[in-house]
């Protein structure tokens, strides 16, 4: 039975280049245009002024009420990533950083190596979570394509550029440090090191270039400190944009809002590292494809900061893991309800009631990525994966496209 058969109306719609491409960047497109039309792309103020700040050697981490509302975040590196963006006016400056973030994310995906079938059904499923993602101007998508780019980069044996994006990424929003979860997969380990080490010290250095050494270094105990208090705030938040991840889901449902996030965190990371007992099959195509779904989903899913726009990052992660199941409707039906309860949750499809009275209030967004979650390290830990013979004897530098089984 072949892949049309198989997946019906969404093999159908996958097939079209066009409609792919349409989708991913038209919505991605009308949902940053509808915000900046309104004047509403705060975080785009926000992210503009580090680059400004930094040349001027202001602060990093307080507020500028005159300028935006809330805070910076990101590590002092991000000036240079802003900088392209910065000098041009600041609506065309929105567009085009969303712009680029979706374009980043799209090439990541593509640069996968699954069939360009697979691909497209990916890139299909999750353009409508783009498309509110986009609206927020934050840096997920680039942070989703960076832990992307790291997996494919490692099992190509580019260790150079794989440790590129691990340092970008954790520099930034800290998030990219999940890469590191595909170390074990690299043919030349040391060299992924030394590249690490080597990447660290020129990210490190490289906003030194327009302000100053010691204004830098005093940057990163302020974002330490900034980054300690906001998980402190949003543990004991009220708030309904924060901690929409699997602690701030049981606090909600369960009315425990007293509940320290790692009563969570601290069995998530014990099961995170069973999934290395099965390291003998780190050649396996499939093994490593699971280990990048729970890597990509783990920092959303178990970070106090997960806002719904972090989940672009956790819902690729989905996507592939659905491409590599057989296609039974138990399968289908449960990727239907996944991609509803993410994507939809937070629009307006499912009311506006229901958004501010049931998917907003109890987190509803992490419900089934906890649950696929955990199914992913029960596939692994009881390697489920191998569901066909496909263990490479030695390290290759380019893997197969895996098909649809």
């Avoid at 935006?68 to 900088?83: E, K, M, R, T």
């Avoid at 929409?244 to 998530?268: C, D, E, Y």
């Avoid at 990727?335 to 309860?341: E, K, P, Q, R, S």
């Avoid at 509803?364 to 263990?391: E, M």
């Amino acid at each position: 039975m072949d892949m049309r058969e198989k997946r019906n109306v969404l093999t159908y719609l996958a097939e079209k280049e066009w409609l792919i491409m349409s989708l991913w960047f038209g919505l991605s497109f009308i949902g940053a245009f509808m915000e900046v039309s309104r004047n509403n792309f705060n975080n785009y103020r926000i992210f503009r002024d580090v680059f400004f700040h930094v040349i001027h050697q202001q602060p990093l981490y307080i507020p500028y009420p005159a300028d935006y509302y809330d805070v910076n975040l990101y590590g002092p590196v991000f000036s240079i990533v802003i900088a392209p963006f910065a000098g041009l006016e600041i609506h065309l400056g929105a567009m085009l950083w969303s712009l680029t973030g979706s374009a980043v994310l799209f090439y990541a995906i593509r640069q996968l190596p699954l069939l360009r079938l697979q691909q497209n059904i990916i890139l299909l499923l999750c353009s409508m979570e783009l498309m509110g993602a986009s609206s927020w101007f934050q840096m997920n998508q680039f942070i989703g394509a960076f832990v992307i780019l790291t997996f494919t980069n490692t099992i190509k044996g580019k260790e150079h550029r794989a440790a590129f994006f691990i340092v970008l990424g954790t520099l930034t929003k800290f998030y990219g440090i999940v890469g590191l979860a595909f170390f074990f997969f690299s043919p030349n380990p040391r060299r992924f090191i030394g590249y690490l080490f080597l990447w660290g010290a020129v990210m490190f250095a490289l906003p030194m270039v327009i302000s100053s050494p010691q204004y830098i270094i005093q940057c990163y105990f302020d974002w330490y400190a900034a980054l300690v208090h906001k998980n402190e705030l949003n543990e004991g938040a009220n708030t309904l944009f924060q901690d929409i991840s699997a602690g701030g889901f049981i606090k909600r449902v369960f009315h425990l809002p007293g509940m320290s996030n790692n009563v969570v965190l601290i069995p998530a990371v014990v099961l995170f590292f069973l999934q290395y007992t099965r390291l003998k099959d780190r050649y396996n195509s499939r093994y490593r494809f699971y280990i990048l779904c729970s890597t990509l989903i783990f920092p959303v899913l178990f970070s106090t900061s997960s806002e719904s726009p972090t989940y672009i990052i956790a819902i690729p992660a989905v996507c592939i893991w659905y491409v590599l199941q057989p296609s039974t409707r138990q399968n289908n039906i449960f990727m239907f309800f996944v991609i509803f309860l993410i994507s939809f949750s937070h629009s307006d499809i499912l009311t506006p009631w229901v958004r501010k009275n049931i998917s907003m209030p109890y987190a509803v967004k992490a419900l089934p990525c906890l649950v696929l979650w955990l199914v992913i390290v029960y596939q692994i830990y009881t390697r489920k994966y191998l569901l066909k013979k496909d263990v490479s004897p030695a390290p290759v530098k380019d893997l197969e496209p895996v098909p649809v089984l």
